[in-house]
Nanobody
């Protein structure tokens, strides 16, 4: 199994910055895509940003230019630097990883427990 542990959430004023981190551990052969999703109260979970093992990043249009995703393949970690935060960025942020376990031919998606980000106006 794979465990994802997130950290870095909190309360910040509009215009401020936060950095989220997520570390994957367990019996992992490889991780192709890692990313961040978020879910605001009463809304569906949505993609924030993803990054492949080769470093190719993809962002939601609502965060492009403000958020930066990065990863350390050797440490199985992914970071999300969030700048110029807005009240509408308030949500629970979830780390996600598509990991292949040893001996398996397919990847499985795993989720972290979520970390709260609150942006006050």
């Amino acid at each position: 199994q794979v465990q994802l542990v997130e950290s870095g959430g909190g309360l910040v004023q509009a215009g401020g910055s936060l950095r989220l981190s997520c570390a994957a551990s367990g019996s992992i052969f490889s991780i192709n895509v890692m990313g961040w999703y978020r879910q605001a109260p009463g809304k569906q979970r949505e993609l924030v940003a993803t990054i492949t093992s080769g470093g190719s990043a993809n962002y939601a249009s609502s965060v492009k230019g403000r958020f930066t995703i990065s990863r350390d393949n050797a440490k199985n970690t992914v970071l999300l630097q969030m700048n110029s935060l807005k009240p509408e960025d308030t949500a629970v942020y979830y780390c996600n990883a598509e990991a292949t376990l040893p001996g398996r031919l397919y990847a499985t998606r795993y989720w972290g427990q979520g970390t709260q980000v609150t942006v006050s106006s």
